[in-house]
């Protein structure tokens, strides 16, 4: 298994319902990092939780971190057709003597909301 | 827009060419990133710069040659590429506390979709 991965791979709701997507990893961390990338783009930042946090808010996102059971997962209130992404949460396990940020990405689950 | 910007944003090349990929970010930050993304595999991380000098490099084929010329530039060259490394290829920035022990978000530019014939 890697770290950081997605549960469900993919996830067909309607608009209005709630989305949730789970990921879970191995090791410690300093924080965890959702991120959405719509068909074949980049990929944009959503919502960074540290590890000394439980939950944390950002508009129609919530996010949760269990970090006894290294996981955490991401809640879409309301979806919108426009929600239709692929959703990846990456792990920051960086050393502090480090440079440069160290993410684990996961394989990201699929989420389709049918309007 | 994630103010970091990728060309071309498609590429199709034979085996033999030479070719390069460019980043710019234009958000002030002091790393930069390569990222390969393949079909059904996680992101993977090849490069890693800080401060222009290359902290991170993953097990990368000889192959993929990055250059980072100064802090808002960063390059991918190219050579003898292999059919299974056509991929979508993302480059990131961000704002390296450089040694604060957090890190900050990665912003992500389009991507260069490659394909090797």
């Known amino acids: 298994s890697q770290q950081g991965e997605e549960d469900p791979q993919a996830l067909s709701i309607q608009e209005g319902e709630n989305a949730t997507m789970n990921c879970s990893y191995k090791?410690?961390?300093?924080?965890l990092q959702w991120y959405r990338q719509n068909s074949g783009r980049g990929l944009v930042h959503l919502i960074l939780i540290r590890s000394n946090e439980r939950e944390k808010h950002s508009g129609r996102l919530r996010v949760t971190l269990d970090t006894s059971k290294k996981s955490s997962s991401l809640l879409i209130t309301a979806s919108r057709a426009a929600d239709t992404a692929s959703y990846f949460c990456?792990?920051?396990?960086?050393?502090?003597?480090?440079?440069?940020?160290?993410?684990?990405f996961g394989e990201g689950t699929q989420l389709t909301v049918n309007p | 827009e994630t103010g970091v910007t990728q060309t071309p944003r498609h590429l199709v090349m034979g085996m033999t060419n030479k070719k390069s990929l460019k980043c710019e970010q234009h958000l002030g930050h002091n790393a930069m990133y390569w990222y390969k993304q393949s079909a059904k595999k996680p992101l993977e991380l090849m490069f890693v710069y800080s401060l222009e000098e290359r902290v991170e490099n993953n097990s990368v084929p000889s192959r993929f040659s990055p250059e980072c010329p100064n802090s808002s530039h960063l390059f991918l060259h190219l050579h003898t590429l292999q059919p299974e490394d056509s991929a979508l290829y993302l480059c990131a920035s961000s704002q390296d506390p450089l040694g604060g022990g957090h890190t900050d978000t990665q912003y992500f530019g389009p991507g260069t979709r490659l394909t090797v014939l």
């Open positions: 090791t410690s961390i300093n924080n």
């Open positions: 990456a792990t920051d396990a960086r050393k502090q003597e480090t440079s440069g940020s160290r993410l684990t």
